[in-house]
């Protein structure tokens, strides 16, 4: 019962150094809207209780907003017992490392009953609102970014995955947004993150390649919003500065791949993504498309609608001065990685 008092409040950089269990003790919707990646929720209010906290403490002062945060939790100590319990089990030697909003009084007393139980816990100064500072802090840093570009269908993503596996550094952008970008982008996707989650999720991608000490960074090129998702506007600035590798397929494979990626969506997926992009393809171009669909002659669809993106993606090429183009066609995803490798354009 020795350590039971006040818990250890640390900075980020030391709280980050901890080896143990992350638990992040604020309400479900908080943590929803962002929280540090890799963390667990174990809340000590719900969503509605919080408001009611929050509510007391403006009218009544913070005596009474405690005193009614005391009752709120008084019948949930067992479950919180419970649950702490199984969040530190198999980490014998290490910490319980929580946060709340401001690492005040929420995860002050969840660590508290941590250490009663001989838990050991700490709890991280400054809170989420310190970490989300830090997660946008490293948009600022000047990265050495490279971007991997391409008309729709030259299998960008699986060409960045697969110089993952050969060892190159990537952010999957459109992996961690769960959408591809287009109307068609949502697609087999589960939910996207909120923004503010999706800028954690890469500022601690970019904090793994920065202790890797990583000389190259590859992203593939997008535009600035993936579905609800907005890539932070300094990264964004960054990533049009970059020097960019255009990959080149032709038509054919492009369909192809397309084909193999969307067709086996249902029609009426495919038709309301087609929808939404009516107005740019024009009325004529939209009819064919649908026409295509319906009748499942899925590459004839493609067809109808690359004619518009190629025409927006050389359009935007012709504001990148440095460039480098490389052929690609006829090559599997392996062998356009291993050949991007050998030729000295990706390290």
């Not at 939910?191 to 920065?210: D, V, Y």
């Not at 020097?243 to 492009?254: A, F, S």
């Not at 319906?294 to 090429?317: Q, T």
Request: hydrophobic share 35%; aromatic share 8%; proline share 3%.
């Amino acid at each position: 019962m020795s350590e039971i008092g006040i818990p250890q409040s640390f900075s980020l950089e030391s709280f980050r150094k901890e080896n143990g269990p992350l638990i992040d003790v604020r309400s479900p919707g908080e943590f929803k809207q962002g929280h540090w990646p890799g963390a667990l929720n174990l809340p000590l209010f719900s969503d509605k209780e919080r408001a009611l906290v929050g509510t007391c403490y403006k009218k009544e002062g913070k005596n009474n907003a405690i005193v009614l945060g005391l009752k709120l939790t008084k019948n949930k100590l067992p479950e919180l017992k419970r649950s702490l319990e199984e969040k530190a089990e198999g980490f014998n030697h290490s910490k319980l490392k929580i946060y709340c909003w401001r690492g005040g009084l929420r995860s002050s007393s969840m660590a508290w009953l941590a250490n009663f139980l001989s838990l050991k816990a700490i709890v991280l100064s400054g809170g989420y609102k310190t970490y989300r500072r830090w997660s946008l802090s490293q948009f600022s840093y000047n990265w050495p970014l490279h971007i991997l570009g391409g008309k729709t269908g030259s299998g960008k993503t699986e060409l960045l995955l697969s110089l993952e596996e050969q060892g190159i550094s990537i952010i999957d952008l459109e992996g961690i947004a769960k959408h591809r970008g287009s109307s068609f982008g949502g697609l087999g996707f589960q939910e996207q993150p909120s923004t503010e989650q999706f800028e954690n999720l890469i500022a601690e991608r970019l904090n793994s390649f920065k202790n890797n000490d990583s000389k190259e960074i590859w992203l593939e090129d997008e535009s600035i919003n993936l579905g609800k998702c907005r890539i932070p506007k300094s990264l964004f600035i960054q990533m049009k500065n970059a020097p960019l590798l255009e990959i080149v397929k032709g038509k054919t494979e492009r369909v192809e791949t397309l084909v193999k990626e969307y067709g086996k969506h249902s029609i009426k997926e495919l038709e309301e993504a087609t929808h939404r992009i009516s107005k740019r393809l024009g009325p004529q171009r939209t009819k064919k498309a649908l026409e295509s669909i319906r009748a499942k002659r899925f590459d004839e669809a493609c067809k109808e609608m690359l004619d518009y993106y190629d025409k927006c993606y050389e359009f935007s090429l012709e504001k990148i001065t440095n460039k480098t183009t490389i052929n690609i066609s006829g090559l599997n995803v392996q062998s356009a990685a291993k050949k991007l490798i050998s030729i000295g354009q990706v390290y």
